[in-house]
């Protein structure tokens, strides 16, 4: 999957572990190092279960590739600064935060990438690992990318729910 599925993933279960820890604010600390980064970490592997289109990168030639991804990190960013506490490029510790699970949520990309890229140590198991999580049925553009909008506005309708509900 894209950078933004994970991405608004990872932040929607910040959300929810946060709204659990209502204003116990250690209980919130807590919460936030033993639940959501591990969940958000996990729930990369789910969506990579789910028929989806990724972007091909070939190595060789990178520059296609990287433009895409860029593209695809400044989407998952503007979504995510719309959920922000003040909703302006200026966020407090509580949105760095769901920033963090987010790019947590998309992390096992960035190892796969960092390992095919630059042959980084110690890595290849983890991508293997990686590799034969994600789904083997072959869908086109049109299927796999719709997967991934549907994935993106149900997270953005729960975070809607989340923030609109919290008291």
């Given at each position: ?12 279960i ?37 028929p ?27 979504i995510?600064?719309?959920f ?23 992390s ?12 980084v ?47």
């Open positions: 999957m894209f950078v933004t599925p994970h991405g608004v993933l990872g932040s929607l910040f959300e929810g572990v946060d709204r659990l820890s209502g204003n116990r604010r250690k209980l919130g600390q807590v919460l936030y190092w033993l639940v959501t980064m591990p969940v958000a970490f996990a729930s990369h592997f789910l969506l990579d279960r789910i989806h289109y990724d972007f091909i990168i070939t190595y060789p030639s990178l520059a296609q590739g990287i433009v895409r991804v860029i593209i695809d990190i400044l989407i998952c960013w503007c995510l600064v719309g922000t506490s003040n909703q302006s490029l200026v966020i407090n510790i509580r949105d760095a935060k769901m920033f963090l699970a987010a790019f947590v949520a998309a096992p990309d960035i190892i796969t990438h960092l390992n095919k890229l630059l042959n140590p110690y890595t290849s198991g983890f991508v293997a690992f990686h590799d034969s999580i994600h789904t083997h049925i072959k869908v086109g553009p049109v299927i796999g990318w719709s997967t991934q909008v549907l994935v993106v506005l149900l997270c953005f309708w729960a975070l809607t729910m989340l923030r609109k509900n919290k008291g």
